[in-house]
């Protein structure tokens, strides 16, 4: 049962942090119809050691008709004769026997496409990574025994003889990257009588390739086929329109060494135990002890996934979705356990949707999990808040008392630490900087001077190939000459990690970013208010002239971010400027400036209510939701029976969605906002045009403290702000906002989605002193990720740019602080 909850868990789980590349698709054009017939039949009863797979479904489809795709499968690829696997073991099993060490696990990721954090969008591109394991050798004579470590050198080595299989099957070229290692403690005896007892190095390395356009293609098309050939679920990559150049594929080889006298044994083909053997090294046995002779077996997890924006329109009543025919393949959808019934699988079908969802195709002997579903647990659950719910609530319920107290404990321990603050703490800092005579550290020296060795003790990378890094820098539009060409080539060879923090430290100084902790900056309050907005200026000439952009205007200025600070937090940092400009050597005012903002009540009910978030509100009540899976799941009845249900395959001509994309017909307690922001589809470089932000309040009531944060990515010209706020927007309320961006250069780059943050009451009614007893919450929506700008140069020259996928929200921090730099 537990292993089930947690097989349910890893789906959702899968569906909303699997990173999904953006792709440009029709609708399909056939007729969506519910399939002619869906078979399901009891195989035997589960035996957990007898799986032999488990694979997935998962379709989100958001209220703006945009669609997501994932689907996986994680299998003994041994059981099934794989055929593309067995070169791959083939090589592992030689170094078994011959060499000091072996690959235990190779994780591939092929990507149709590149995001960066500038925003910049790259084409295809490849990542390896091999961990390399040692061996236990045991002799004839088991006093003989011993554990054989590679060196570096013979570790890449061992490396690269796995990596050639890889070139070959996909047709690019890799680079290795970086060597690290990861010292592990090995322990194994033999007959209770020799002992291994030490610590021995493994070594992780890392391989990238950014390969050109055809051998790109090529890539993601073996990457296809070899998918394809999984069987089960995955026969669906098999689809003559899946959009083989906008998928992410993800795929990790393990190999599994047993024999009967392991820790780990067992004669299970379940590939979950095949990763219980990832840090125990293989055991090399002389024939003379047969019976520790090791097996090996290959696991494979394959997954592969795509998005497309704007995919289908809302029309009158619902719509259909069916991934078979958007993908275009032309057999029945079979699961893995229906083309080899000799050993059970799991299988789960999984959908998001807006309201009124209706899976068709699956089998009625398949257990659903709904909203409504419920386990019936026989005690209350207990939430991370210290609350409970009752046992018998549904899936919904559970979800959104996980939604809500996870962020609310994460809140109380902010507000308890911020509690702790003392408005006086800094307040013998500032009279022993300020107030004394000195002497003051040139801590700009320090810096410099500093080793930094000291700080790369845990995973050491002990090689790191200067040339394949520049690579990807140049593929980000960041030019690596400043980092590079103050490189200490000696020091590099020997710590390259040190070398590179040692150069890069001596870049920030080349452009005098750490003549502020000269002694005679900042020791005077000052010189140090004075100097501050021409260190403004210099971080903009570093990220100008190294990344290409710069800050936006409300960053150019010390003032201008005090204004930022103090509009957005209550922070009025301006008075710490104005006590710092008049200071004629009292601190006092410095002090009370510095009182004002560091005040526990002011800070904890300007910050707190941000983290005491409501995210079922914001996100999960658009959507309805539903999966799947073929066993029956456990219900408590107070039996003492175990639970042991049977598996069952699964043979149908479709899977059909149905749902509503119109959210507006829905019924919303309190405010529920939503924002869109539109971009014009076709653009001209040097060409202006207009951005719309618009929030709109679906909700039956008043929305409070909204605040609007936004970003552009490089490769636009655009003055504006990245910050709006406004204090209510009523039910049924609109709140637009607009502005001009203009394209500067070719090529293909990422345009964020704009993230929304409201409250279901004032946040003048919050009180941290007692905050159990507020009735608001901090609400977040984003807009829509994906759709497509066509950017033509004037003279017929189209320019596809891309709005930023899944992953542009992981970088939206980083792009939201920068702004391109007008010509």
Request: overall charge negative; some cysteine; hydrophobic content about 45%.
């Amino acid at each position: 049962m537990k292993v089930s909850r947690i097989l349910i868990v890893s789906i959702f789980v899968s569906m909303l942090v699997l990173p999904l590349a953006a792709m440009n698709a029709v609708t399909p054009s056939v007729d969506l119809k519910a399939p002619i017939e869906s078979h399901s039949i009891p195989s035997q009863f589960t035996d957990f050691n007898q799986l032999g797979a488990f694979e997935g479904i998962v379709t989100q489809i958001d209220p703006t008709g945009g669609v997501r795709n994932a689907i996986g499968t994680f299998q003994n690829a041994s059981y099934y004769e794989v055929g593309y696997t067995t070169a791959y073991q083939t090589v592992v099993e030689n170094q078994m026997a011959t060499d000091d060490g072996y690959v235990s696990f190779a994780q591939l990721e092929v990507a149709g496409r590149s995001i960066y954090p500038t925003g910049r969008v790259g084409g295809a591109a490849a990542a390896l990574t091999v961990m390399i394991s040692p061996i236990v050798v045991l002799p004839a004579n088991p006093a003989d025994l011993n554990l054989r470590v590679p060196t570096l050198v013979e570790a890449q080595i061992l490396a690269d003889e796995i990596v050639a299989v890889y070139e070959a099957d996909l047709g690019i070229e890799f680079e290795r990257l970086t060597t690290a290692k990861l010292p592990t403690w090995v322990y194994y005896n033999f007959e209770s009588t020799y002992y291994i007892d030490q610590q021995a190095d493994f070594f992780y390395i890392q391989f990238i390739s950014m390969p050109d356009a055809s051998d790109g293609s090529a890539a993601l098309s073996a990457m296809q086929s070899r998918f394809s050939g999984l069987g089960g679920f995955m026969d669906l990559l098999e689809g003559s329109s899946w959009p083989v150049d906008r998928t992410d594929f993800a795929e990790t080889l393990l190999f599994d060494h047993v024999s009967e006298h392991n820790w780990y044994y067992s004669d299970a083909m379940n590939p979950l135990y095949i990763t219980n053997n990832l840090m125990r090294p293989h055991v090399r046995a002389d024939v003379s002890h047969a019976d520790y002779v090791e097996t090996v077996n290959t696991g494979v997890l394959a997954m592969a996934g795509f998005d497309v924006p704007n995919h289908l329109n809302d029309g009158e009543g619902t719509e259909t979705y069916s991934l078979k025919q958007h993908v275009g393949y032309t057999g029945d959808i079979e699961s893995k356990m229906f083309q080899d019934q000799s050993i059970n699988s799991i299988s789960t079908v999984v959908a998001v949707t807006p309201s009124l969802l209706e899976i068709e195709g699956m089998s009625e002997y398949w257990d659903y999990v709904d909203k409504d579903f419920t386990f019936n647990a026989p005690g209350s659950i207990g939430l991370p808040t210290g609350q409970t719910i009752p046992g018998d609530s549904t899936a919904e319920e559970i979800i959104q008392a996980m939604m809500v107290s996870f962020p609310q404990i994460y809140a109380m321990q902010l507000n308890q630490s911020i509690g702790y603050w003392d408005t006086n703490m800094f307040d013998s800092l500032i009279d022993s900087l300020w107030a004394s005579a000195g002497p003051f550290p040139d801590l700009r020296e320090y810096f410099l001077e500093f080793d930094w060795s000291m700080v790369f003790t845990t995973y050491p990378v002990e090689e790191l190939n200067q040339d394949a890094l520049r690579l990807i820098m140049d593929e980000m539009g960041i030019n690596p000459d400043s980092l590079f060409d103050t490189i200490n080539e000696t020091m590099f060879e020997d710590d390259p990690m040190r070398a590179l923090v040692e150069a890069f430290i001596r870049s920030l100084d080349s452009y005098h970013l750490l003549d502020i902790l000269v002694n005679t900056t900042y020791s005077n309050p000052l010189t140090l208010e004075g100097y501050i907005n021409e260190y403004i200026t210099n971080i903009e000439s570093f990220l100008t002239n190294v990344t290409g952009v710069s800050l936006p205007s409300s960053y150019e200025t010390k003032e201008a971010f005090a204004a930022l600070i103090e509009d957005h937090f209550g922070l009025v940092l301006q008075g710490l400027w104005d006590a710092m400009a008049t200071f004629v050597g009292d601190t006092t005012s410095i002090k009370a400036a510095v009182q004002a903002m560091v005040d526990p009540t002011h800070l904890a009910d300007e910050t707190v209510p941000y983290f005491w978030a409501d995210l079922y509100s914001s996100v999960v009540t658009e959507y309805d939701y539903g999966m799947y899976i073929n066993f029956e799941m456990p219900v408590y009845t107070g039996s003492p029976d175990p639970w042991d249900p049977p598996l069952l395959w699964l043979t149908t001509e479709d899977i059909v969605l149905t749902f509503d994309l119109d959210i507006s017909s829905l019924t919303f307690d309190g405010p529920h906002l939503t924002i869109t922001k539109s971009v014009p589809q076709q653009m001209t470089i040097d060409t202006a045009a207009t951005v719309t932000i618009t929030v709109e309040n679906l909700g039956d009531a008043t929305a409070y403290d909204l605040k609007i944060l936004d970003g552009i990515s490089a490769g636009f010209d655009v003055e504006k702000q990245y910050y709006w706020n406004v204090p209510t927007l009523a039910a049924g309320g609109t709140w637009t906002e607009t502005f001009q961006i203009t394209p500067e250069e070719a090529g293909t780059f990422a345009v964020i989605p704009a993230i929304l943050c409201y409250f279901n009451v004032s946040l003048d009614t919050f009180d941290s002193t007692d905050m159990l007893n507020w009735d608001g919450a901090a609400m977040y929506t984003a807009s829509a990720i994906g759709g497509d700008i066509r950017v033509t140069t004037g003279l017929d020259v189209s320019i596809i740019m891309i709005i930023a996928g899944a992953s542009g929200v992981v970088i939206i921090i980083v792009v939201i602080a920068i702004l391109k730099k007008k010509k």
